[in-house]
Nanobody
Framework: QVQLVESGGGLVQPGGSLRLSCAGSGFSFSRYSMRWYRQAPGKERELVAGITSAGIITNYADSVKGRFTIARDNAQNTVYLQMNSLKPEGTAVYYC?????????WGQGTQVTVSS
């Protein structure tokens, strides 16, 4: 029953923007901290951004700080990642992650390709 479904990925040129969405169902979304991770081929999965359950605190990887924004709409059980000024090194599968105490769930991922 638990699902995290990412959407919004695609092909963009360097300097372009995308907004990713992650819709949760089957769990108490508003209790969960949410994170976005990304993984490029042959590389470790890395944390991109996080947001606390009420959206009071956010954090970002240094590599995306100032360019990416994480936000959530608990009424819609959705977390977003606004990505601006995209760089080729941003090419990766982006994953949504939900965490509350010992519960943790992963989405299936959405591909982002930054290329000219």
């Amino acid at each position: 029953q638990v699902q995290l479904v990412e959407s919004g990925g695609g092909l963009v040129q360097p300097g372009g923007s995308l907004r990713l969405s992650c819709a949760g169902s089957g769990f108490s979304f508003s209790r969960y901290s949410m994170r976005w991770y990304r993984q490029a081929p042959g590389k470790e999965r890395e944390l991109v951004a996080g947001i606390t359950s009420a959206g009071i605190i956010t954090n970002y990887a240094d590599s995306v700080k100032g360019r990416f924004t994480i936000a959530r709409d608990n009424a819609q059980n959705t977390v977003y990642l606004q990505m601006n000024s995209l760089k080729p090194e941003g090419t990766a599968v982006y994953y949504c992650y939900a965490s509350f105490n010992y519960f943790a769930y992963w989405g299936q991922g959405t591909q982002v390709t930054v290329s000219s």
